[in-house]
Every structure is written in structure tokens, then in C-alpha cells.
């Protein structure tokens, strides 16, 4: 059976600082007692001597608090499995557009329910035939592409998935980073539509305008 885990704000009696979302996990649901009629009752004593007596179909919630490590560690292995998933889906399109499997997550600090999946890396030839790297993520929320350091902005609420690919650089010796050079927040594509984000990254891979024709057509 799988167990829940949702997510509360703490109270002030709880957080000395500032407030911190806490989460907690809730048992799956116990099946209702069997509803026993008078006449079963009454023969069941004459049969035993005993009176059936049931636990209450209610029960109180039980709670089990999640650290945000444990939080963060269920949130990896769901973005990891979604990012396996659409890996595979790509691939399978066609075999001249294979793209190396490239799965890692992070989440996002403070709030360990939400987080991002790398896919894949490739580079294309973009526009007016520039060779650009980029990396495809996906992530269990939605939000704004910033121009800035801060790459997400305005974070939804709700649970949708955000789909995207942007363009990245590395230079020699140093960590990966955004390539502004197209756009000031390096973004190819955004989408909450799976099959639309396939289709995106199969643009990019397709290696002549026949097959890019196909693709299009999807």
C-alpha cells in the first residue's frame, strides 16, 4: 500500500524563526469493519458465549513529521522516474535522433516537495545555423523563467509539471552555466504539455528538414 505525505506550515509554537513548511505522513486508509446484522450477532453468543464487539469504523490520524531529507529523497526518486520515462520516450521516435541518458535531480531548498530533473544534453545547430549546447529538464512545478540569478520566479502552488530546455556553456575548468547569448534567461522552449516538450527536443536532435517536416506534423 503506499502511504501520503503532505505538506503544512508550521506554527508559531512550533518555529522559533521564521515559518517552515513541515510534512507528515498519513497511513493509507483502513478498510471499514464488517457490518455484522442482529441475527449473525445473536447466533454468534448462542454458538460461543461471545458478544462480537468491532473496532470503530473511525479512527483518529495518525501522523509520522518527515524530515526535509527524507522529503527531498521521495521528491528524487519521483523526478528521476519521470526522467527516465521521457527518455526513453524520446529515443524510441526514431533511431538517427538518440540523445545520451543524463538523469540527476535537485530540489528546491526550503521546499523539498518540489525540485527539477536533468534529462538530457545535446548541442544543435540553432537560428542561423549556430552550433548551441542546451540541457532538457524536467521539473514538478510551474514558474517564470527570470533573466537574472534567480532562475525560477513566481512559483505555482499547484503541481503541474514545467517542461523545458536551455541553453548552457561551460568553459574550460569552470561549472555549467546559462548561455544568454540568444536569450537573457538562455530559454529554448517552455511547456507544461508532454508531448509538446517531445516534440521540442526532437526538433532540436532532427538532423535535416525532412524529418524536421515529420516532426512538426506530430
Known sequence: MKSHTRAIHGSAAAVQEKAKIRYFETPPPKPPAPVVSKLAAHSEFLRTGRIARYSPVWLPEERRYLTHNEVAE???????AAGEKSHERINS?????????????????????????????????????????WSFYIANFFSEIGED????????????????????????????????????????????DPLEAIKNVLLLGASNDTLREIIKKL
Open 149 to 192: 540569478e534567480k532562475f525560477f520566479e513566481r512559483i505555482s502552488a499547484n503541481y503541474s509539471r514545467m517542461y523545458f530546455a536551455v541553453a548552457v556553456e561551460r568553459e574550460k575548468g569552470e561549472p555549467l552555466k546559462i548561455n544568454r547569448s540568444l536569450r537573457k534567461n538562455g530559454l529554448l522552449f517552455q511547456t507544461s
Open 93 to 133: 521516435f526514431h533511431r538517427s535522433i538518440q540523445f545520451p541518458k543524463i538523469v540527476f535531480h535537485k530540489t528546491l531548498d526550503e521546499r523539498p516537495h518540489l525540485g527539477y530533473c536533468h534529462v538530457t544534453a545535446a548541442k544543435s545547430m540553432i537560428g542561423k545555423r549556430i552550433p548551441v549546447s
Open 74 to 80: 521521495r521528491t528524487g526518486k519521483r523526478l528521476e
